[in-house]
């Protein structure tokens, strides 16, 4: 029997647009949901396996739906009640190429090695997600993923649409210095290294044999996926000189039966310091399980952060921030060892803001500056020279009456939040990318005192 390829969930009116009346304060409290990197590498787990596995704190995004679709068309029961997900995926099963629908998203790549394991064979697509990489597409890069999964004993090809095929019998266990895929060794950064990371340990998890993966990035979408398969039946320790050794039985290990809870989202949080130190009517807090885990994900973050003057205060369950007074300059590095590429432009809001120049330097992704027009717009003064932003303060955005569009996700939440602090009308539009990171920024900032509609284009 052929599985028919599965249909593409809808998605919520994406190209809406957003008008921002600026000058409100906000005060209150607000949830955080569950993060987005862990949670689409948790789901390429879940369905390498055969036991049942619920992702509680699941945000309710369209990695989420995008996925849950994908797995149900594939065979595996995916189920959401409330914030939690379901997966059983001892049903998986194409006999046809798995093709893998990743026009909006990018997580659904690392399905490889699941479909691999189960079928295979899989489709690698040309990459979905932001378009934040570099090259004249900015596509995301895919060449990490489809070395990886060669150097466990899979085959690679070209398909016409520009996609990669890739197929094996069985993967093998291997030995991968993960260095080998950053921009810079010294440094240990680039465009690469977080991607293939994840992609070697998914694929060790259902090789067959030892795997040695030297110098693993270290943030928690590799290290909670690490703890995740674990507990799911592999067997992954963590060596003195800090590699990681899976020794791989087959995607049939993977059967235990279990439960994790996300992280709190990082990048949300950075999302809420941010609208707090800048527009706080008194204190703004974020709450969700096991933010003390967050808080420590976060420590790069929060060095740069309070080095520019935020008073932050932090509980198990929570993170509070107190608005900002006066905030200084500041020179900040990005680098995947480091402040998240994703954090870098609340940390360039803030800057406006602060006396002085700052510097921001992106050593990951190539074209993450996509923001810094549209703050320009607003009347901040920021120049982007090569992989470096320098933005001079104090000039925040003032410029009333301004619309704005936004390409990309990041893009789309600090220009809201460049908006929030206008005297006046702001329009915004690409409103869309928020939906594939946030659960519901716009209706979050409401709740919390902010004047934002949308209108239907």
């Given amino acids: 029997m052929t ?55 699941c945000p309710d995004i369209v990695e989420t739906r995008v996925l849950t679709e994908l797995l149900r068309g594939f065979g595996a029961r995916a189920e959401r009640d409330g914030d939690v997900l379901t997966i ?38 040309a990459g979905g997600g932001c378009r934040i990489g570099d090259g004249p597409a900015q596509h995301r890069p895919v060449a990490q993923y489809v070395s990886v999964l060669e150097r466990f004993g899979a085959d690679a090809r070209a398909l016409p649409g520009g996609d990669l095929e890739v197929a094996a019998g069985t993967l093998r266990g291997t030995e991968i210095d993960l260095l080998d895929y950053a921009a810079d060794r010294a440094a240990m950064t680039g465009p690469l290294y977080s991607g293939a990371a994840k992609m070697a340990l998914l694929a060790a998890a259902v090789a067959e044999g030892v795997s040695v993966l030297r110098h693993p990035y270290p943030k928690p979408d590799f290290t909670d996926l690490a703890d995740m398969l674990r507990d799911f039946g592999a067997d992954v320790e963590r060596s003195r000189g800090g590699s990681v050794i899976v020794r791989g039985r087959g995607s049939a290990a993977l059967d235990r039966d279990t439960t994790q809870t996300l992280i709190p989202d990082l990048i949300e949080v950075v999302t809420w310091l941010c609208a707090g130190a800048l527009y706080g009517d008194g204190p703004l807090t974020a709450t969700g399980a096991g933010m003390h885990r967050a808080v420590r994900a976060l420590a790069p973050e929060l060095d740069v952060l309070t080095t520019m003057g935020l008073h932050i205060d932090t509980t198990d369950r929570s993170v509070t921030v107190h608005p900002a007074d006066h905030l200084e300059p500041v020179d900040c590095v990005i ?25 921001i330097t992106e050593t990951v992704w190539g074209q993450r500056f996509g923001y810094a027009g549209g703050l320009a717009e607003l009347g901040m003064t920021a120049q982007v020279s090569g992989n470096t932003l ?7 955005p003032y410029r009333v009456g301004r619309s704005l569009v936004a390409g990309d996700l990041r893009a789309a939440a600090v220009l809201l939040l460049a908006a ?13 990318h928020l939906a594939r990171g946030y659960a519901d920024l716009p209706g979050a900032l409401r709740r919390l005192g902010a004047d934002l509609t949308v209108r239907p284009v």
């Avoid at 028919?4 to 209150?28: C, H, K, M, N, S």
């Avoid at 680098?335 to 803030?350: C, E, K, M, N, R």
């Avoid at 929030?420 to 869309?432: A, D, E, I, N």
């Fill in 390 to 396: 320098t933005v001079h303060g104090v000039r925040p």
């Fill in 335 to 359: 680098a995947s060892h480091g402040v998240y590429s994703d954090s870098q432009p609340f940390i360039a809001l803030l800057a406006a803001h602060a006396q002085g120049q700052s510097r």
């Fill in 3 to 57: 599985a028919q390829r599965p249909a593409a969930p809808r998605e919520r009116a994406d190209d809406a647009e957003l008008v921002v009346r600026g000058g409100r304060r906000l005060r209150g409290t607000t949830a955080v949901s569950g993060f987005k990197h862990c949670l689409v590498t948790l789901v390429a787990a879940a369905a390498a396996g055969t036991g049942t596995v619920r992702i509680a704190g």
């Fill in 420 to 432: 929030l602090g206008v005297p006046g009308t702001t329009s915004l539009r690409g409103t869309g």
């Fill in 88 to 125: 059983d995926a001892g049903g998986l099963a194409c006999s046809s190429i798995a093709t893998l629908d990743a026009g909006r998203i990018h997580g659904s790549v690392y399905l490889a090695p699941a479909l691999l394991a189960k079928t295979g064979r899989a489709v690698i697509p």
